[in-house]
C-alpha cells in the first residue's frame, strides 16, 4: 500500500485541506439524521398548530376554512372562552379525570411490575395478559365498557349485585353522580399496561448486588423498595406519568363513546368541549381558542412536569 | 455537478408539474372513464329497511344518465354530521347531499346549500308534499328536498298490558296509569321504554310530550316558553313515565328490549316498524302501533336531500335530475313500499302497499296531523345542536336527579334564551 500511495503523495501535493474537527463531523451527521424528522414534525404538526391559532383569531360565522382570511381578525373568541363560566367547570373535570385516571393506573402498573420482576409459575402466560389492554383501541375499550356497564342488565350491577355491594342497580353512565367513575374505570384499563411497561424495563436494570447488600445491612422489603426500588424508579416513574398525564388530559376516545359529555356536562372535560363547539354547535372559532388554551394549560403541565423528571434522572 | 442540477431541476419541475396536475384534477368534477362520478355519501346505504329504495333509484338514475355514475357508499350515523361538517368547512363537500333533516338548517344558515327555489318552482313538490316540506325553509328559501316526514305512534306489546290488567292508553294519564302497572309486576318487564342516557334522543323524547301538550320550546318570534304551565306539566308526565323505564340505556338497547317481550311501550316514528319485523314470532303477533296518547300528534322531519352550494353548474344540474327524480310519484311510491313508511308526496300510499303494510294507513294520517317537534324560532333552528344538549341536559335532570320540576324548566329556560349568545 506504501508503495503504490507513495509517488501519488511526491508527485499530486495536496492542496492545504481545512480538515473538519471529529466534533463537527458529529453535529453534521446528527443534523441529517434529525432534519426529515424535523420536516415531517414541521409539517404534520407546526401547520395544524398555525391553523388552530389563525382560527381562533378569527370572529364571523367561521364557514370556509380554507379561506380564513375573510373573517376578521378578534379577540373576542378568547374573551368569550375565558369568561365563560363553564371553562372553570370543564378544566377542573379535565383534573379530576386526569389525576382519576393517573393515580390508580400507576398503582396498578407498579404493582403489576413488580410481579412481573419477579419469577414466577406462568409468568410467560401472565405477562402478555396483563399488557394486553396496551393493544386495543380506545373506543372498542369504550364499546365493550358501555355494555358493561350497562344500567339495567349490565355485567358489573350483576356482580356488585351478587357479592351484595348493591341492592339496586346503578345506571353508571346516566348519573351525574356516577358518570365520571364510570368513564375513569375504562381509561385505567387501558392505560396502566404502559406503566407496567416502563417500570419493568427500569426494575430489570437495577443490578442485583444493590438488594444482596441491602439484606446483608439488614433491610426489610419495605426498606428496600424505599431505598433501592424507588429510587432506580423515579425518573422512569416521573417520564410515564407525564406522558400519561398529558395524553389523558385531552383524552376523548372514552370520554365521547360513552357519555358524549353528559350526563348533565358531568364528564364534559375541555376535550369533549372542543368537540361540541366544532361539530356540534359549529363555533370553529370558540372551538379553536378552547383548543389553544388547552394547549397552554398542557404545555405548563409539561414545563412542571419536566422539572420533576429531571430532578428525579439527578 | 452541473449535470446534476439539471437532473435536479428536471426531477423537480416533473414533481411540481404532476402536483400541479394532480391539483388540477381534483379542482372540477369528478370524472372516471370519460363518466361524470357523484359521491353520495349516506348513512342508509347498507340500512336493511332504506337501501333497497336508493340501489333501485340510483340504477334507474343511472339508466337514464350513461354519462353519470352515483358513488353511492355508507358513513355511519354516529358520525355522519360531524364528518360533513368537516368536509364542508374544509371546502370539499359531497355532490349529493343527504343529511338528517334537524340539521339541514344550520348547514344552510352557514351558505354551505345552494337555494332550490327556482327549481322546485317547476315541479308540482310544493303542491303535493307534506306540510313539513317548510321545515326546508331558512330565511325565506328552500334548500332541500324532505324525504321522509312522520307523526310518532305508540307502539305497544298487547300481552304485557293484557296482563297487567291496563288498557292500551290514550291520554298521558292513561299511559303513566299503564306504564306503572306494568312495572309493578314482577320480572324484568318495564312499563315504558326510552332513552335515558344522554344522548340527541333525548331531544325527541322530551319534545314528543312538550308538543303533545300543546306546548313547544318557543314561539315563531323568539320568544322562549319552556317554562310555561304547559311546559311543566310535560316535563313532569316525562318524569314520572321515565321512571317506569329501564335505566342508563340508549335507543337501540331500548328497541332490542321492545323486540325482546321487555318493554311494554314506546313512543317512536315508522320506521321503527322494519325492526318489529324482525321480533321472534311469539313476540311479534304481540306488538302492535296506534296513536300516541297525547291530545297534538308529535311529529318530525327524518331526512333530506340537498344540493351543495358553489357545485359546478354540470354537478348541480346532474344532482338536481337525481333529486327530481326521487320526487316522481312512481319513486315515491316505491319509496313507501319498500321503506314500510309514507313518502311525503300525496297519494304516495297505495293499495299495493296497504296491503303489504296495513299500518301505513295509521301513519300517513299521523304524518298529515303531525306538529313538528322542532323548535319554531329562526335563532334556535340554526342553532339546533345547541338547542338539543340544553334540552337533553333538562331530560336527564328529570331522568336521574330529584331536581323540582320547575327548577329544571327555569334552568332550561335560560338556556334557551342563552342560544345564538355568541
Partial sequence: MTDVLAPARTTRPSPPKRRRSRAQRDRIFAWSMLTPTIAAVGLLMAYPIYIAINLSFRGGEIADLQNLGQYPLTLGNYADVITDPQLLGDIWRSIVYTVGVVVPAFAIGLGLALLLNKTFPGKRIVRPLALLPWAVPGVAVSAAFSWMLDGSFGVINYLLRSVGLI????????????????????????????????????????????????????????????????????????????????????????????????????TTTLAVRIYNEAFEYFTFGA???????????????????GRSVREGMN | MIALHRKLRRGLAVAAAAVLL????????????????????????????????????IAAYENAH???????????????????????????????????????????????????????????????????????????????LLLLGYGYALFYNEQLLQQAGVQVPKTPEQLLTAARAVSAKQGDSFGFGATTVQNPDNYTELTSFLVGNHASWSE??????????????????????????????????????????????LVDGPFLLSEVEGASAEVREHLKV???????????????????????????DAVWDFVELASQPRWQERYTQLTGVPAPREGSVTEQALAETPELELFARLADEAVDIFPESPQLRRNYGRVGDAVAAAAIRLIATDLPVAQVAQSLQRDLEGVGDD
Fill in chain 2, 220 to 265: 315563531p318570534d323568539g320568544k322562549i316558553t319552556a317554562d310555561t304551565e304547559r311546559a311543566r306539566t310535560a316535563l313532569e308526565q316525562y318524569r314520572e313515565v321515565l321512571a317506569t323505564a329501564p335505566p342508563g340505556i340508549q335507543s337501540q338497547q331500548r328497541n332490542e328490549l321492545f323486540l325482546n317481550g321487555q318493554i311494554a311501550m
Fill in chain 2, 66 to 144: 350513461p354519462d353519470v355514475d352515483i358513488d353511492f357508499y355508507q358513513v355511519p350515523f354516529d358520525s355522519f354530521v360531524a364528518q360533513q361538517t368537516t368536509r364542508f368547512a374544509a371546502g370539499d363537500p359531497p355532490d349529493i347531499v343527504h343529511l338528517p333533516s334537524s340539521n339541514a338548517v344550520e348547514f344552510a344558515a352557514r351558505g354551505w346549500l345552494a337555494p332550490l327555489d327556482e327549481r322546485l318552482a317547476g315541479t308540482d313538490v310544493l303542491r303535493t308534499w307534506t306540510p313539513l316540506q317548510e321545515q326546508m325553509k331558512w330565511d325565506g328559501h328552500y334548500y332541500g
Fill in chain 2, 290 to 316: 296506534t296513536a300516541p296518547p297525547f291530545d297534538v300528534v308529535p311529529g318530525g322531519v327524518s331526512n333530506s336531500l340537498h344540493i351543495p352550494a358553489g357545485a359546478e353548474p354540470e354537478v348541480a
Fill in chain 1, 167 to 266: 341492592e339496586q342497580n346503578v345506571a353508571w353512565l346516566a348519573s351525574s353522580d356516577t358518570a365520571m367513575t364510570a368513564v375513569i374505570i375504562p381509561t385505567v384499563w387501558k392505560f396502566y399496561p404502559f406503566f407496567t411497561l416502563v417500570l419493568v424495563a427500569a426494575l430489570q436494570a437495577i443490578p442485583g448486588d444493590l438488594y444482596e447488600a441491602a439484606r446483608l445491612d439488614g433491610a426489610s422489603a419495605w426498606q428496600q423498595f424505599r431505598y433501592v426500588t424507588w429510587p432506580a424508579l423515579r425518573a422512569p416513574a416521573a417520564l410515564a406519568i407525564v406522558i400519561t398525564g398529558v395524553g389523558v388530559f385531552r383524552e376523548f376516545d372514552f370520554i365521547f363513546p360513552l357519555t358524549g359529555g353528559g350526563p348533565d356536562d358531568a
Fill in chain 1, 287 to 305: 372551538s379553536a381558542a378552547i383548543g389553544v388554551v388547552t394547549m397552554v394549560i398542557a404545555g405548563a403541565l409539561l414545563l412542571m412536569a
Fill in chain 2, 22 to 57: 394532480a391539483a388540477a384534477g381534483g379542482c372540477g368534477p369528478s370524472t372516471e372513464d370519460g363518466k361524470l362520478v357523484l359521491e353520495f355519501p349516506s348513512w342508509q346505504a347498507d340500512d336493511e329497511s332504506f337501501s333497497p329504495f336508493w340501489h333501485e333509484l
